[in-house]
């Protein structure tokens, strides 16, 4: 089975400060999607890649940068954490170049930033 | 562009009846379609998928989505609903004429509630 992880399910930060948020998936995927959900609007899509140190910006980019330096790894950064950043932040990765091929999901991290 | 409409912010459902979650969309070309399930504080699980073919897909637990090319629909459904059913249903499009690395597409999801 694929299998994303995400570090972390809660975290608390404090306004102003650097957050990481790491993501791990063990199948050789090439796309990897971070997205923040929020009730009444569903998944919005942050930054995406689809090859090592490639990266794209999805719909709601600001605010957040991302890191992939590893096939394997992707990471989210919020440079100077904000209260409205506080959300529910899903990772997923699928096979590169199928259009036909489902989106694996992490578990979430619930972000709470204070 | 492609997009997802999920006319129901809500259904509610009793235990044992068929249950339908609606779900329409909107791409250039032909699409790819996907439904997800959310169980509360969890990431999103995959259900099932039309990639070509029957217009009927039969998927996990039970579920099964109707593929109306004419309606631009792909209605998720279930015969004989659970009260473990209730949880957040996402539906999903990738336009077949888009790269596979595409992102997928989300409707803002709806809550299904089984009454027992």
């Known amino acids: 089975d694929v299998k994303v992880t995400q570090s972390s399910r809660y975290l608390v930060k404090r306004t102003g400060e650097k957050v990481f948020l790491e993501c791990v998936q063990d199948?050789?995927?090439?796309?990897m999607f971070w997205y923040r959900q929020d009730p009444g609007l569903g998944l919005r899509l942050i930054y995406f890649?689809?090859?090592?140190?490639?990266?794209e910006k999805g719909d709601i980019p600001e605010g957040y940068s991302v890191s992939r330096e590893k096939k394997e790894r992707f990471s989210l950064i919020l440079e100077s954490a904000s209260t409205n950043q506080t959300s529910m932040y899903l990772c997923a990765s699928s096979l590169g170049d199928r259009p036909g091929t489902e989106a694996f999901f992490g578990q979430g991290t619930r972000l709470t930033v204070v | 562009a492609q997009s997802v409409a999920q006319p129901e912010d809500q259904v509610n459902v009793a235990e044992g009846n068929p249950l339908t979650v609606k779900c329409t969309y909107s791409v250039s070309g032909n699409p790819y379609l996907f439904w997800y399930v959310q169980y509360p504080n969890r990431g999103l699980q995959f259900l099932l998928k039309?990639?070509?073919?029957?217009?009927l897909v039969k998927g996990s637990y039970g579920f099964e989505a109707e593929f109306n090319k004419s309606q631009t629909s792909f209605h998720l459904k279930k015969p004989s609903a659970l009260v473990s059913d209730s949880a957040l249903y996402f539906c999903?499009?990738?336009?077949?004429?888009?790269?596979?690395?595409?992102?997928?597409?989300f409707g803002k999801g709806t809550r299904l509630s089984v009454i027992a």
């Open positions: 039309y990639i070509t073919g029957d217009n």
């Open positions: 999903a499009v990738r336009d077949m004429g888009f790269s596979g690395n595409t992102p997928l597409v």
């Open positions: 890649s689809y090859d090592v140190k490639m990266k």
């Open positions: 199948m050789d995927h090439e796309n």
